[in-house]
């Protein structure tokens, strides 16, 4: 028989106190811990700030000195952040692209601006209408700040983070927001399901910035890359506009593939991870993904974009071939193309290397990525 052995509560807390000490000890976990804090208080103060302007009827800008104290209080902190922890955070995306610093703050900044016209285009008309939105939007800067803590103490503990009281009030606070407007006041009615998802998807992303990640999955069928302020699409095994085994023409990516992601039938009422602003890539913007993942096929990373193999090696950009001969004679024995029937391909042995130097005939049936964001 085996008999218990009580540890005294003293025992007990050094025990405690050697495993959390060694965490602390980190630079790493405690850099992503503050940063973590910080874009916190950063985002929360954002979003009261777009509430704030909304239930007012003006543009953020409005509010100039808020504006300012955001800024401040966000740019101090981070900067003794990255002195107290003995400058070993990691300062850049990915360890090269922009500053995690900026990227973060830009990052909160287009999520905020896409939350206030989500619930409502940011300018909402009535005195109701608008203090509805208002309220929203608050409650959406609580849940950012909440996830984002959550996020911290799991980093601290080195345990999945738990979203659950978080989730419960801001269920509870939207559902105040639209019984206080009552019925058909609100810009936006019945959306808690579908802005939660929206909102766990930006904190995800922020947390994830806030490690110096430059690459990751949105579990919504996409892959978000900070460096360079882009979203691509993955494929699924599942049927449907992603499927890994669709192929379309250079034409049908723009007739078929994007009106099915941005839902062109249904008026953009139910598209793509709650986009409508997906497009063809251009080859430069296949290229920044390409570099970052040190690979002449990024088809082959497949944690981040699932059942690539099967899809092929190439897909469509947009770009034009770069070396049509316009003297080409044929006469001499030259294979001469009409540059209207060619389009540059990525992916491939050396495509990002070379340049777009060949490409595929349009009419050729291809796999297609869809791009959002900017360079």
């Given at each position: 028989?085996?008999?218990?052995?009580?540890?005294?509560?003293?025992?007990?807390?050094v025990?405690?106190?050697?495993?959390?000490?060694?965490?602390?000890?980190?630079?790493?976990v405690n850099?992503?811990?503050?940063?973590?804090?910080?874009?916190?208080?950063?985002?929360?103060?954002?979003?009261?700030?777009?509430?704030?302007?909304?239930?007012k009827?003006?543009?953020?800008?409005?509010?100039?000195?808020?504006?300012?104290?955001?800024?401040?209080?966000y740019?101090?902190?981070?900067?003794?952040?990255?002195?107290?922890?003995?400058?070993?955070?990691?300062?850049y995306?990915?360890?090269?692209?922009?500053?995690?610093?900026?990227?973060?703050?830009?990052?909160?900044?287009?999520?905020?601006?896409?939350?206030?016209?989500?619930?409502?285009?940011?300018?909402?008309?009535?005195?109701?209408?608008?203090?509805?939105e208002?309220?929203?939007?608050?409650?959406?800067?609580?849940?950012?700040?909440?996830?984002?803590?959550?996020?911290?103490a799991?980093?601290?503990?080195?345990?999945?983070?738990?979203?659950?009281?978080?989730?419960?009030?801001?269920?509870n606070?939207?559902?105040?927001?639209?019984?206080?407007?009552?019925?058909?006041?609100?810009?936006?009615?019945?959306?808690?399901?579908?802005?939660?998802?929206?909102?766990?998807?930006?904190?995800r992303?922020?947390?994830?910035?806030?490690?110096?990640?430059?690459?990751?999955?949105?579990?919504?069928?996409?892959?978000?890359?900070h460096?360079?302020?882009?979203?691509?699409?993955?494929?699924?095994?599942?049927?449907g506009?992603t499927?890994?085994?669709?192929?379309?023409?250079?034409?049908?990516?723009?007739?078929?593939?994007?009106?099915?992601l941005?839902?062109?039938?249904?008026?953009?009422?139910?598209?793509?991870?709650?986009?409508?602003?997906?497009?063809?890539p251009?080859?430069s913007?296949?290229?920044?993904?390409?570099?970052?993942?040190?690979?002449?096929?990024?088809?082959t990373?497949?944690?981040?974009?699932?059942?690539?193999?099967?899809?092929?090696?190439t897909?469509?950009?947009?770009?034009?071939?770069?070396?049509?001969?316009?003297?080409?004679?044929?006469d001499?024995?030259?294979?001469?193309?009409?540059?209207?029937?060619?389009?540059?391909?990525?992916?491939?042995?050396?495509?990002g290397?070379?340049?777009?130097?060949?490409g595929?005939?349009?009419?050729?049936?291809?796999p297609?990525?869809?791009?959002?964001?900017?360079?």
């Amino acid at each position: 028989m085996f008999s218990k052995i009580r540890l005294p509560t003293s025992t007990l807390a050094v025990i405690f106190l050697s495993v959390t000490a060694a965490q602390a000890a980190d630079p790493l976990v405690n850099c992503r811990e503050d940063r973590l804090r910080i874009l916190a208080t950063y985002a929360g103060c954002q979003l009261k700030l777009a509430s704030r302007a909304v239930r007012k009827g003006v543009t953020a800008s409005y509010f100039t000195v808020q504006y300012y104290k955001c800024e401040t209080k966000y740019s101090g902190k981070m900067g003794d952040s990255l002195d107290e922890n003995a400058r070993e955070c990691p300062i850049y995306v990915g360890g090269w692209g922009e500053s995690i610093d900026a990227a973060a703050r830009d990052r909160v900044l287009a999520d905020a601006a896409e939350l206030a016209t989500l619930l409502g285009g940011g300018v909402s008309p009535g005195l109701q209408a608008r203090k509805c939105e208002s309220r929203k939007l608050k409650a959406s800067g609580k849940y950012i700040a909440c996830r984002l803590k959550a996020d911290r103490a799991a980093t601290h503990k080195a345990e999945q983070p738990d979203y659950a009281k978080c989730e419960a009030r801001f269920a509870n606070s939207w559902a105040k927001a639209e019984l206080k407007a009552g019925a058909g006041i609100c810009p936006s009615e019945g959306d808690a399901a579908s802005t939660n998802t929206r909102i766990a998807t930006i904190s995800r992303g922020i947390s994830t910035l806030a490690a110096g990640d430059n690459l990751w999955s949105s579990s919504l069928g996409t892959v978000i890359d900070h460096n360079c302020s882009l979203e691509w699409t993955t494929f699924s095994d599942a049927g449907g506009v992603t499927d890994k085994d669709n192929r379309y023409t250079w034409w049908a990516v723009s007739t078929e593939y994007l009106p099915a992601l941005n839902n062109g039938n249904g008026a953009g009422a139910s598209c793509f991870a709650g986009y409508c602003d997906w497009r063809m890539p251009s080859f430069s913007e296949s290229g920044c993904l390409h570099f970052q993942l040190d690979s002449t096929d990024i088809y082959t990373n497949e944690p981040l974009f699932p059942h690539a193999h099967n899809a092929g090696s190439t897909w469509w950009t947009s770009g034009v071939l770069i070396d049509v001969d316009p003297d080409c004679d044929p006469d001499f024995g030259y294979v001469c193309v009409d540059e209207d029937d060619f389009a540059c391909t990525a992916g491939g042995p050396g495509w990002g290397v070379n340049g777009c130097l060949a490409g595929e005939l349009k009419e050729t049936p291809l796999p297609a990525r869809a791009v959002r964001g900017r360079l």
